[in-house]
């Protein structure tokens, strides 16, 4: 599903915030990205979904080369992947519905469609019946699961997450992460970007571990991976 | 994709559009207005043009020769004259003035009745009213006109007047010269006003836009509500612009035929036909597209989602 090949990202500043890592993530994976502030999970996930492209080598999503992806195929390439983020990005002004909606809106899907599939994300995050209500009448909670609701909604093959429990009590954020696990259990892909150990632990899921910009350790399935595996 | 849902997206920008624009009443109240005068005022100045040629269309289309024949001509010849001038291939028609029928006419419009009844004898010459064919009328060919009825040797005078004709259709051309540079001024205005405040929309709603091309909404996509938008202005000012020259219309339409009967004349002040309109309506549209169009490919571009 997802392929960096000996990647370096620098950015405009002169910042070099991955240098030459490589990794796989197979289809139907979840996959963990620890690593501290700054270690480079968030370029990760840039790169992955496009925000980004890498100064050196390739990354591969689903096939495609992004370095060599074509400005005008970028908004179709978005649409394959559902994105969280740790600050949600809702449109403060919209309803809890047109939020979930906007990717189906945007990939020209019919309403009927829409109304029905809107329903049914909402409903596999526990939010059916909050359809009218803006984001900030709901918690923190809430809100982070409109953000997943409206990542999953079109069904995407993978789902890549930049710390979504960030702002939550770790009970919420166990629930988050089991959702992520729900769609992981329908073949979804999944990659999230956390520095919550207890969470990683708790899962047990493939870790990939970032320092500095450097793949500091990737043991395949190790059910209790530590912060300082050696390479 | 299908059709249907296709219009169906259009059809949602659409509505979104006009319900952005309805909440923010005086904003675009006062963006409509100016678009209004803009568009208004090159339209006015083509109501003018188009009336002052109306007005004055007879004289100016056709330019006629009065061939004034010698008083002691009698009837029988100028009759004769007058068939003789009709055979002329340049000749589109000749009218008989008789000398009888001129003092009739001078007495009912002149005023001075009752002193030309103290006249004995009648003064005026038969005269022949002599209207060129279309293609006869340039200059060369009048003048070749003047200088066949002259040689007559029952012929006084002949009168062309033309000269005057000319300057009234060069002063007309001008105006219309004017029209078109103040059209292209103003349409550049209309842009630049429209440009602006989509520019200042796509501004405000910048993380809007920003969340929808993260999740995956195209250039196309992202940019259509804007166009609707600068449509919605163009149409809304041009029809504004509409109801401001009908009132023009309205409050002259008195006052000039007040002038017009001063001169004799039934003149009715002309509105806008509804080809103006269509024209003025289509103007309104084409620029509030391409002023949106302009802003939205300017700035849509520059914000891409961050992370």
Redesign the interface.
Known sequence: MISFERVSKRYANGREALSNISFNIHNGEMVFLTGRSGAGK?TV??LI?L?ERPSRGAVLVAGRNTQTLKA?HI??????IG?V?QDH???ADRPVFDNVA??L???????KEIDKRVRAALDQVGLLGKERVLPQELSVGEQQRVGIA?AVVSKPALLIA?EPTGNLDPDLSLEVMRLFRRFQDVGVTVVVATHDMHIVREFGERVITLENGSLLGDPPLDPLPSLVATR | MSLGTASGRHLQAFMGSLGRLARAPLGTCLTLLVIALALSLPAALKLFVTNAQAATGNFASAVDLSVYLKTDVPLAKAQQLTQAAQQRPDVESVTLISADKGLEDFRTYSGFGDALSALKENPLPHVLHVRPRAQASSAAALEALRRYFTAWPEVDLVQVDAEWVMRFNAILEVLRRVLLIAAGLFALGVLAVIGNTIRLEIQARRAEIEVTKLVGGSNAYVRRPFLYTGVLYGLGGALLAWGILALIVLLLRDPVATLARLYGSRYELAGLTLNDAAALLGAGIALGWLGAWISAARHLRRIEPRA
């Open positions: 968030s996930l840039k979904a925000l005008r908004a179709a390439f978005r649409r394959g994105v983020f990005k809702l449109l906007l990717p809106a945007v990939a020209g899907t019919a309403l409206r930049d």
